[in-house]
C-alpha cells in the first residue's frame, strides 16, 4: 500500500508508560496517558483516537475511558526510543532517522561561571537566577527584579536546556533573540553542547499579570547528519513543519513550515494543510501538552487539552483524502502527576490511519523511534541509512 501524502501528528510528551530503560533515567512508574485517565475516573473522552486503537495500544491496564475496541479503524502499537536523552529535540530527531547518542550538557547545579561571562559580556546585562527552575516560576519569582533592572532570567531544567526569560517591554523580542543565537553559537560543542537554546519571552507588570508568550523561540542544534528529511527532500519529496518542527530541525530538511501558537492552531492549520493541494510529508508538533501543561504538572489541563485534541482529530479525520495516511505519536513523556516538572522516559503511542485501510492490527514495540521515518521513506521510494526498519508492509 502506498500513499501519495503522509500527515505525522507529534502528541508532544504524551507517554504511554514507563520505557524499558525507565530506572536509568529515575522515571520508575511515570504513565502519562494512563495517570492522565486515573484522574478523570473514567470521564477522558477520547472517541476518536479509540477508534482508530488508541485503548488497544498493549498496556498493564488499560487507559481509563479509553478502552480497547474489538474492531479499531487503523493500526495501533508503541515506540521505545533508543536516544542518551529524553528531550524532544532526541524524540524528532531519532523518529527522523537520528538517534542521538552522544549525551547532550546538563546543569543540574546552574551554568558555569565562564558561560555566565560571556553571555554577560555579549550582551550588556547581569544574569540572575542560573539554576534548575520552573519557567512560570522563574518569571513569578523573578520578572518585577528583572523589570526593575533589566537583567537576564536565565535558567535549566532536568533536560538539555539554556532558556533566557524576558519582559518584552524591557528587553524587546528582536534583542532577547540575538542575544539566543550567540548563546546557540558558543554551546555547540563541548564542554557544554546544549541541546537547545530557548528565548521565553513574556508580558505583564506583576506576579499576578506575568504570562508567556507565543513567541517563544527554540534553537536547537543543527542535526550533524542527514535526517529522513533531508533524504525527502533530496529525493524531491515535498516537506513541510508545523508547530515547533523547523525549530527542533534549525530548518534543515523543510521546504517550508509555519509557527503555531497552540495546540487548537496546530491542529486548524494541520487541517487547513489536509484540506490544500499540498503533498509529500507534513510533520505537525503538538507542543501544549509539555509546555503549558506537563512541565506544569497541570493534570486537569493535560486531559482537557487531549479531549480538544480528539475533537479537532475528527475533523481531520474527515479532511483526509483516501490516499492519505495519518500517523500519530509522541516524542517522550511528561506524566503531570510524578514528581518534579521534568520529562519521563516512556514508550510512546503509535497509531495509523488511512480510509484506504481495510484491516487493522497491532504494530507491536517498534525500536527505535526511526522505525517511523523509515516507513515514511519507504512509502515514497527513497533509501534511509538502516537505522529503523518500515512497518508500511504491515498496513493493508
Not at 538517534?99 to 551554568?111: H, R, W
Request: proline share 5%; net charge negative.
Amino acid at each position: 500500500m502506498a500513499f501519495a501524502r503522509i500527515i505525522t501528528i507529534v502528541l508532544d510528551s504524551i507517554g504511554i508508560g514507563e520505557a524499558p530503560d525507565a530506572a536509568k533515567f529515575h522515571d520508575e512508574g511515570a504513565d502519562t496517558l494512563g495517570h492522565i485517565g486515573d484522574y478523570f475516573g473514567g470521564k477522558l473522552a477520547l472517541p476518536n483516537l479509540q477508534a482508530i486503537g488508541l485503548g488497544n495500544i498493549d498496556r498493564k491496564t488499560p487507559i481509563a475511558g479509553v478502552g480497547p475496541l474489538g474492531s479499531p479503524g487503523g493500526y495501533f502499537g508503541k515506540m521505545a526510543e533508543i536516544s542518551a536523552g529524553k528531550d524532544s529535540m532526541d524524540g524528532h530527531w531519532e523518529m527522523m532517522g537520528l538517534p542521538v547518542t552522544e549525551p547532550l550538557g546538563y546543569f543540574p547545579e546552574g551554568f558555569p561561571a565562564d558561560l555566565i561571562k560571556q553571555i554577560e559580556d555579549f550582551s550588556g546585562r547581569k544574569v540572575i537566577l542560573n539554576k534548575p527552575y520552573s519557567g512560570t516560576e522563574a518569571i513569578k519569582d523573578y520578572g518585577e527584579r528583572q523589570i526593575k533592572t533589566g537583567d537576564l532570567i536565565v535558567y535549566t531544567s532536568g533536560d538539555s536546556v539554556l532558556q533566557i526569560a524576558a519582559q518584552t517591554d524591557v528587553i524587546p523580542l528582536d534583542e532577547l533573540y540575538r542575544i539566543c543565537r550567540y548563546v546557540r553559537s558558543i554551546t555547540i560543542d563541548a564542554p557544554y553542547r546544549i541541546g537547545r537554546v530557548i528565548a521565553r519571552p513574556y508580558v505583564g507588570t506583576d506576579p499576578t499579570t506575568f504570562t508567556r508568550t507565543s513567541d517563544r523561540h527554540d534553537y536547537t542544534l543543527q542535526p550533524d547528519k542527514p535526517t529522513d528529511l533531508d533524504r525527502l527532500q533530496g529525493a524531491g519529496v515535498p516537506t513541510y513543519g508545523i508547530g515547533k518542527i523547523n525549530d527542533i530541525f534549525s530548518g534543515q530538511g523543510l521546504d517550508d513550515g509555519v509557527h503555531t501558537v497552540s495546540n487548537t492552531d496546530g491542529m486548524d492549520k494541520t487541517i487547513e494543510a489536509a484540506k490544500s493541494d499540498r503533498k509529500g510529508f507534513i510533520f505537525t508538533n503538538l507542543v501544549d501538552f509539555d509546555a503549558m501543561y506537563g512541565h506544569r504538572r497541570n493534570v486537569q489541563g493535560d486531559g482537557e487539552a487531549l479531549m480538544t485534541f480528539d475533537r479537532q482529530l475528527g475533523d481531520l479525520l474527515t479532511a483526509l483524502r483516501r490516499d492519505d495516511l495519518l500517523m500519530i505519536t509522541a516524542d517522550h513523556g511528561n506524566d503531570p502527576t510524578f514528581r518534579g516538572t521534568d520529562h519521563t522516559r516512556e514508550y510512546v503511542p503509535l497509531l495509523a490511519y488511512s480510509k484506504q485501510f481495510v484491516g487493522n492490527g497491532d504494530l507491536g514495540v517498534r525500536s527505535p523511534f526511526a522505525d517511523l521515518g523509515a516507513t515514511i521513506l519507504d512509502n515514497f521510494g527513497v533509501r534511509g541509512n538502516q537505522v529503523g526498519q518500515s512497518f508500511l508492509r504491515l498496513l493493508k
